[in-house]
């Protein structure tokens, strides 16, 4: 029975979490942080198992993107399997980062067991398909409730796909700016339907490097 006078207990109750976008300076600081940290373990532990175990290429510089090379596909192929294997442990969205990038990496590399000598418009269109792909996944996901979940995918497709979009309109002098103009005008569009800022941002960093 509550007494005049005085607020009702709230031991006990969980404030919700807010759905809305907001602006956290100190946890985009340890985000950087991590990404920096992410990506020189990533490089320094796959370099260092693959020339302990003698998988590692043997010439002083193989470049993975170009020549056939297995231990730089096995390191990341390990690094998507164990990052997802971490989350659905631990649902720490931030793994996902892992994930999306090894995945870019891998198809990169795949493209050179499948293609000889691949020319950038190979890369870029793979850029594009890989890039839609998980910008695709972002949004099962997002139907799914999972938003947080389907960030690291949709900015890693968008980016994926921005920078395919950048080469062309810089290769393609005066036409090839019309495709980053139209998928950035999309893009924007469709971020308010969706609630993404992320597609927003993208949107408008494609229009202004048309």
Not at 155 to 175: D, H, I, N, P, T
């Amino acid at each position: 029975m509550e007494t005049a006078g005085t607020l009702p207990a709230t031991a006990g109750l969980v404030p919700a979490e807010r759905d809305h976008p907001r602006f956290n300076v100190p946890n985009v600081l340890w985000f950087f942080a991590g990404f920096a940290i992410a990506i020189a373990a990533d490089a320094v532990i796959g370099f260092a198992v693959a020339k302990l175990i003698g998988v590692w290429p043997s010439k002083p510089f193989a470049d993975p993107f170009q020549d056939t090379e297995g231990a730089p596909f096995a390191i990341d192929l390990v690094t998507i399997a164990v990052a997802l294997a971490a989350f659905w442990l631990t649902r720490f969205a931030f793994l996902l980062f892992d994930v999306v990038v090894a995945i870019l990496l891998t198809t990169q590399f795949l493209l050179a067991a499948i293609v000889s000598d691949p020319s950038d418009d190979d890369r870029a269109v793979t850029a594009i398909v890989v890039g839609l792909a998980l910008v695709a996944i972002g949004l099962v996901l997002d139907g799914a409730v999972r938003r947080r979940a389907a960030f690291w995918w949709h900015v890693g497709g968008l980016f994926a796909v921005a920078v395919a979009l950048s080469y062309y309109a810089v290769q393609g002098e005066r036409k090839g700016w019309i495709p980053m103009l139209v998928a950035g005008a999309v893009v924007v569009l469709l971020a308010a339907p969706l609630r993404r800022a992320t597609w927003a941002a993208f949107g408008r960093w494609a229009s202004m490097h048309r």
